[in-house]
């Protein structure tokens, strides 16, 4: 079935580094790859998102990588910030009749970012 | 703020009664999708409605329902409760269907079954 999976589960960083997730999936039809990030009492907030059209998306310290062959991508977050620090979840969009609707989650990465 | 209201923001139930849970989406936005996030299972997908149709089913039991009314709002009801229903559900919107734009996620309802 169509699977997520995400890694590593927890990070930790000192403020100025950089942070790297790593997303793997399973349904090569997949062709959308948003990005979320959860402070805790919050929701989901989209924070960048790619599509299988393109390798790479910059938005200012946050990028998303995108390697449809071997069918991962990543999130990587440059010159990390206390702010940053949140759970952060990768999604595949499902393919298929009413799957294309339909975001899978990984499990989730908690970022700490160290002052 | 991402512009998706979800009502209310928490709600303390006992075993076998029914509640509703709202949702507002963004202005204009005509999808509304339904997640249930839990400790062991993660981000859930639960249904899809785009402009007041069912468009997509995800793991949601048949104890739980949801519509969308004419002016977009939705409900998702949740009937004979257990405690392993007892979770974060998340209202998400997007303008048209995930195929060309993105979903924004509410604040969420947080749901306790005692």
């Known amino acids: 079935g169509e699977n997520v999976e995400q890694h590593p589960s927890t990070l930790s960083v000192q403020e100025g580094d950089s942070a790297v997730i790593k997303c793997t999936y399973s349904d090569s039809a997949s062709n959308y790859f948003p990005w979320y990030k959860q402070e805790l009492g919050k929701g989901p907030q989209l924070i960048i998102d790619i599509r299988s059209n393109v390798g790479e998306k910059k938005d200012q310290r946050i990028a998303v990588t995108l390697n449809k062959t071997a069918k991962h991508f990543s999130l990587h977050i440059t010159e990390t910030q206390p702010e940053d620090s949140a759970v952060y979840f990768c999604a595949a969009r499902g393919s298929g009749e009413g799957g294309y609707n339909k975001l899978i989650f990984g499990a989730g990465t908690r970022l700490a970012v160290h002052p | ?114």
């Open chain 2, 1 to 114: 703020d991402s512009g998706v209201t979800q009502t209310p923001k928490h709600l303390i139930t006992a075993t076998g009664q029914r509640v509703t849970l709202r949702c507002s989406p963004r202005s204009g936005d005509l999808s509304v999708y339904w997640y249930q996030q839990s400790l062991d299972q993660g981000l859930q997908f639960l249904i899809h409605y785009y402009n007041g149709e069912e468009r997509a089913k995800g793991n949601i039991l048949e104890r739980f329902s949801a519509q969308q009314f004419p002016d977009l709002h939705s409900e998702l009801n949740l009937s004979s409760l257990e405690l392993g229903d007892s979770a974060l559900y998340f209202c998400a919107s997007s303008v048209l269907d995930l195929f060309n734009t993105e979903a924004f996620f509410g604040q969420g309802t947080r749901l306790t079954v005692v």
